[in-house]
């Protein structure tokens, strides 16, 4: 059973979500069909002669644009000032997190949802200026303009809402919790069952014997646009192999960056490149920035640019590096418990069509914690926690492979407090939690152990 990944039109939400104009398009839309519907129930009451309940506004045509115009005049302005309060937040976020945290607030639901119900409130409120008519017996849409009361009642409580929001978005802990929920997320849709393509049987060449023909007669299809590979539609590929007959080796993982002319992709048999060529731009997608879609190291590099920011001496905030710790802790047992690599994708027949290339698991343990450890050398405080960490990871590992790549980052945290801490006691705090980790690790290979040899 092959492994299932995020949809296309799945990575396409999420990349409309990261913008400032989806969801505000969105409430204007839904401003413009209220108004239609309020107009329309005006214009019936006018025509008809008939009266509303008591609570509807019953004003004339001068107090009505009196009232709109006022209505229009106050959300405009207030519109201006949660456009100044996004900036500021955001060149906080940039100074103090750094500038690839920007993207968490942009995609931020609360900041979209207050600019869009702003901007909706003023275009309801012109909308209904316009309508109120001239003269003595003026048509006065006196529903609407009760409605755009109410309208203004709300965004007083978004306001509200949103000055509390940006206050507690932009403090660290809630940032850092943030990204380890994007990554939780993004290992649960890696991870996930639905889309999985069956393979009743294994059939054709082995993977290495393809792999060496895609080395002696494989023809490498270039990439047609430079930036990072955001992407990579993994069924549509297998489906594109398998009507060329042909096999697929990508030279790229989502995160890696490709230049336009240099090779993407091996296929062979080399006759079928061209048609694979013209059809892979369908199954990938490039951009200029690194997305959590397939690249899980995207949402640790975050935390772990966040961790090495505040272990830098113009910073000197250990405590926050110890947050980022822990939840790359807790990223990584997630990954340790569930995550299963394939790099060979098979067709429903059972032959081979994609060879991928897969982020191993030795990459997520390296990239969480070797940058973390050289940039907090000498702080005991940062060692204790990064073993406490591995202790926890280790307690999730599946394999003896994974284990051994546990021990040895534990093995260079403590070669690191032998070598760059030179007060006893704080080598022995060391010490104690690598003991620790070393009574874990051989507790987790023993359990492995007992479980196989119970297995039948």
């Known amino acids: 059973m092959s492994r299932s990944f995020p949809r ?36 019936a009451a006018y025509d008809h002669d008939l009266s509303f309940p008591s609570w509807v506004n019953g004003g004339s045509a001068d107090a009505a644009r009196q009232i709109l115009t006022a209505t229009a005049a106050a959300v405009i302005t207030v519109v201006g000032l949660v456009f100044s309060i996004t900036i500021v937040a955001l060149t906080l976020a940039s100074t103090q997190f750094g500038p690839r945290m920007l993207r968490n607030f942009v995609r931020d639901r609360g900041t979209q949802l207050t600019l869009g119900t702003f901007v909706a409130t003023f275009v309801y409120a012109v909308l209904a200026l316009g309508s109120v008519g001239h003269g003595n017996a003026a048509f006065v849409p006196h529903l609407s303009i009760t409605v755009a009361l109410g309208l203004l009642l709300v965004d007083l409580g978004v306001l509200i809402y949103f000055i509390h929001h940006v206050a507690t978005s932009i403090q660290l802990p809630q940032v850092i919790a943030s990204i ?51 992407f990579i539609g993994y069924p549509t590929l297998v489906d594109i192999a398998a009507r060329a007959d042909a096999v697929i080796e990508l030279l790229h993982r989502p995160g890696h960056f490709v230049v336009e002319g240099l090779p993407l992709a091996r296929v062979w048999p080399a006759d079928a490149a061209p048609d694979v060529a013209r059809a892979l731009e369908r199954a990938h997608a490039t951009g200029a920035h690194r997305t959590l879609a397939q690249d899980l190291t995207f949402a640790i590099d975050q935390l772990v640019e966040i961790a090495i920011r505040a272990l830098s001496p113009a910073v000197n905030d250990t405590f926050t590096a110890m947050t980022c710790i822990d939840w790359l802790g807790d990223g990584l047992c997630k990954v340790s418990a569930a995550w299963n690599p394939e790099r060979v994708h098979r067709d429903s027949g059972g032959q081979v069509r994609v060879i991928a290339v897969e982020a191993s698991y030795q990459r997520f343990v390296d990239r969480a914690f070797d940058k973390i450890r050289q940039a907090g050398r000498g702080m005991p405080a940062v060692m204790i926690r990064q073993l406490d960490a591995l202790g926890k990871i280790a307690a999730y590992a599946r394999t003896d492979e994974q284990r051994a790549v546990l021990r040895a980052q534990a093995g260079m945290l403590w070669r690191s407090t032998e070598d760059n801490v030179s007060e006893p006691c704080d080598r022995a705090d060391v010490r104690r939690s690598y003991d620790a980790f070393v009574s874990s690790a051989a507790q987790g290979t023993a359990g492995a152990s007992a479980h196989s040899r119970s297995s039948p």
Do not use: K, M, N
């Open 180 to 230: 380890a929920g994007d990554l939780s997320h993004a290992i649960a849709s890696e991870v996930g069952t639905g889309g999985a393509r069956p393979v009743a049987r294994e059939t054709g060449p082995s993977p290495a014997e393809l792999l060496t023909r895609l080395a002696t007669d494989g023809q490498t299809v270039p990439a047609t646009t430079s930036g990072y590979l955001q």
């Open 8 to 43: 296309l039109s799945e990575w396409r939400r999420d990349r409309l979500r990261t913008t400032l104009w989806v969801v505000p398009t969105v409430e204007v839309a839904a401003a413009v069909a209220l108004f239609a519907l309020t107009y329309g129930l005006d214009r």
